[in-house]
Nanobody, 127 residues
Framework: QVQLVESGGGLVQAGGSLRLSCAAS????????MAWFRQAPGKERAFVAW????????YYADSVEGQFTISRDNAKNVMYLQMNNLKPEDTATYYC????????????????????WGQGTEVTVSS
């Protein structure tokens, strides 16, 4: 079991930056592949970025490639999402997720492939 808690969301103007954090407790987070998803009002939860269990491999949704950076510090059991040049369409609740099995080594973009979820942190980008 692992518990995930997101933080770092807030209100930012278009063009600004935010860094989200996901703190893991319970079992060592290095056992899990981890990812960020987001859900805008009225829309389905969408994949944003994935990072392998050792942090050596990442994968991004096309919509955020070059704009967001996912990273993790396994010594601190924390995962990050650096979001730059934010746009109003990035407004959503952002969730971190952790998964066992294949998702430790290979990216997965489907929410059902992940075993644990945080409660979410809201990001609002004003125009």
């Amino acid at each position: 079991q692992v518990q995930l808690v997101e933080s770092g969301g807030g209100l930012v103007q278009a063009g600004g930056s935010l860094r989200l954090s996901c703190a893991a407790s319970g079992r060592t987070s290095s056992m899990y592949g981890m990812a960020w998803f987001r859900q805008a009002p009225g829309k389905e939860r969408a994949f944003v970025a994935w990072i392998s269990s050792n942090g050596g491999t990442t994968y991004y949704a096309d919509s955020v490639e070059g704009q967001f950076t996912i990273s993790r510090d396994n010594a601190k059991n924390v995962m990050y999402l650096q979001m730059n040049n934010l746009k109003p369409e990035d407004t959503a609740t952002y969730y971190c997720a952790a998964g066992r099995g294949a998702v430790r080594l290979w990216y997965r973009t489907i929410p059902n492939d992940y075993d644990y979820w945080g409660q979410g942190t809201e990001v609002t980008v004003s125009s």
